[in-house]
């Protein structure tokens, strides 16, 4: 066992005060944030942090989400693979899921060309279910009635577009 001071907390106990921190915010914090709502408890050495958060991360109890540079603690007890993350870009929840089929389908198209996959990060970045509400002031630009029944079709017009003429 490594020598104890009473300053220093275990790297366990560490660990526990990210995850903590971060299941109690309920979305993502950067590594700063983190320090912000630990330097209380002791715990604001920004190596000190990194180190536990690399750990948490190795041992699949917080996620890195790389678009946003920030750190989720995980909602699974018994994390495999690639999580897949939604990114809701109004209220800044997280919303981790998975979809191992995906990710293998994705993995194999790489290998197909060659390429051997080291690290993989899926983040989707949207609205959640709460924010795409309209609320009040924005409104969707779509008429609202019985879209049920008034008889055309819903496709989206993606091969409409005109080909731009090369001719000059
Ligand atoms: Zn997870
Ligand atoms: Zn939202």
Request: hydrophobic residues 40%; contains cysteine.
């Given at each position: 066992?490594?020598?104890?001071?009473?300053?220093?907390?275990?790297?366990?106990?560490?660990?526990k005060?990210?995850?903590?921190?971060?299941?109690?915010?309920?979305?993502?914090?950067?590594?700063?944030?983190?320090?912000?709502?630990?330097?209380?408890?002791?715990?604001?050495?920004?190596?000190?942090?990194?180190?536990?958060?690399?750990?948490?991360?190795?041992?699949?109890?917080?996620?890195?989400l790389?678009?946003l540079?920030?750190?989720?603690?995980?909602?699974?007890?018994?994390?495999?693979?690639?999580?897949?993350?939604?990114?809701?870009?109004?209220?800044?929840?997280?919303?981790?899921?998975?979809?191992?089929?995906?990710?293998?389908?994705?993995?194999?198209?790489?290998?197909?060309?060659?390429?051997?996959?080291?690290?993989?990060?899926?983040?989707?970045?949207?609205?959640?279910?709460?924010?795409?509400?309209?609320?009040?002031?924005?409104?969707?630009?779509?008429?609202?009635?019985?879209?049920?029944q008034?008889?055309?079709?819903?496709a989206?017009?993606?091969?409409?577009?005109?080909?731009?003429?090369?001719?000059?």
């Amino acid at each position: 066992m490594p020598k104890k001071t009473s300053k220093r907390r275990s790297a366990p106990d560490q660990d526990k005060l990210i995850v903590d921190a971060l299941r109690d915010v309920g979305r993502p914090l950067s590594a700063y944030e983190i320090i912000d709502q630990l330097k209380d408890k002791g715990l604001s050495a920004p190596p000190t942090i990194y180190r536990a958060l690399n750990r948490l991360i190795e041992d699949g109890l917080a996620h890195r989400l790389e678009s946003l540079n920030a750190f989720v603690a995980c909602r699974h007890p018994h994390h495999e693979g690639t999580a897949v993350f939604a990114i809701c870009g109004a209220c800044g929840t997280v919303r981790e899921f998975h979809e191992p089929d995906a990710v293998q389908r994705l993995k194999a198209a790489a290998m197909a060309g060659g390429f051997a996959v080291k690290e993989m990060a899926i983040e989707l970045r949207g609205r959640c279910k709460d924010c795409s509400v309209p609320a009040g002031g924005i409104v969707a630009s779509a008429p609202l009635g019985d879209d049920d029944q008034h008889g055309h079709d819903h496709a989206l017009p993606i091969a409409a577009a005109p080909r731009p003429a090369r001719k000059r």
